[in-house]
C-alpha cells in the first residue's frame, strides 16, 4: 500500500508591520553591512523570495525600517521642539529624550540613524547617503526652531543658527557613539549639561517665565 503524498505546506505568512520591527531592530544592532539577507530571513521566519516580495530589496527594508525608526522618536521630540516652551527648556528635554533612547535597557544601545553607515564599502553609498540626509533633517529641524529663537528674542539676532544646530547635532552623534561603547544614561546626560553651557541665547525656563 502506497503512504499518501505529503503536500507541502503553504510559506508563512508574515505580518508587513511585524517584519519591519525584526529588520529594524537587527540593523540597530549590527548595521546596514552586518545584517545579511540570511540573517533578516532567519530573524523573520521567511524565505529570501518572500522578503524580497514583500520589501524589494534589502536596502529596500532598511529604507523602511528606517522610516520606522524615525517616526517613532521623532514624533514625540517634534512635539517638543515645536511647543510654546522656551527654547533654552525645549532643547534641554529634547537632548535629554535622546539620551533616554541611546539607553535603553531593553533596545541595542546607540541610535539607528546618527552612527549609521559612517564607514562603507562602495557598493553601498546610496545607503550612506540615506542616512546622511536623516541627520540633515534632524539638523535642519534644529536650525529652524532656532530661527524661531531669533525671531522671539531668544537668541541674539546675528545667531549663526546653521553653526549651533551642526553643533548640537554633534552632541547628538557624540552621545549615540559613547552610548554605543557603554556609556551610561547619567553619563550622557551630565554631557548635555556641559553642551548646554555653550548656549548663547536666553536660560529660561516656562516656570521662570510664570513668575
Not at 541611546?102 to 553607515?117: I, L, Y
Amino acid at each position: 500500500m502506497e503512504k499518501p503524498v505529503r503536500k507541502r505546506g503553504r510559506p508563512r505568512v508574515l505580518d508587513r508591520d511585524v517584519g519591519l520591527d525584526i529588520a529594524a531592530r537587527l540593523f540597530w544592532e549590527r548595521g546596514y553591512e552586518g545584517t545579511s539577507i540570511a540573517d533578516l530571513t532567519k530573524a523573520m521566519g521567511i524565505n529570501p523570495p518572500t522578503l524580497y516580495s514583500m520589501f524589494g530589496s534589502k536596502e529596500e527594508l532598511y529604507r523602511q525600517a528606517l522610516d520606522l525608526g524615525v517616526a517613532r522618536g521623532n514624533s514625540r521630540r517634534s512635539k517638543i521642539l515645536q511647543s510654546s516652551l522656551p527654547v533654552y527648556e525645549a532643547l534641554s528635554l529634547y537632548l535629554y529624550d535622546i539620551a533616554d533612547g541611546d539607553t535603553q535597557p531593553d533596545k541595542p544601545r546607540g541610535c539607528m540613524v546618527s552612527t549609521a553607515v559612517l564607514q562603507h564599502a562602495e557598493e553601498n553609498a546610496s545607503v550612506a547617503r540615506m542616512t546622511a540626509a536623516l541627520r540633515e533633517t534632524s539638523i535642519q529641524t534644529l536650525k529652524a526652531r532656532f530661527d524661531r529663537a531669533v525671531e522671539e528674542g531668544e537668541l541674539p539676532a546675528r545667531t549663526d543658527t546653521d553653526t549651533l544646530a551642526r553643533f548640537y547635532g554633534a552632541i547628538i552623534q557624540g552621545m549615540s557613539a559613547q552610548a554605543c561603547d557603554g556609556a551610561c544614561n547619567a553619563l550622557l546626560k551630565r554631557l548635555i549639561d556641559i553642551a548646554l553651557t555653550a548656549w548663547p541665547g536666553k536660560r529660561r525656563t516656562a516656570a521662570e517665565n510664570s513668575d
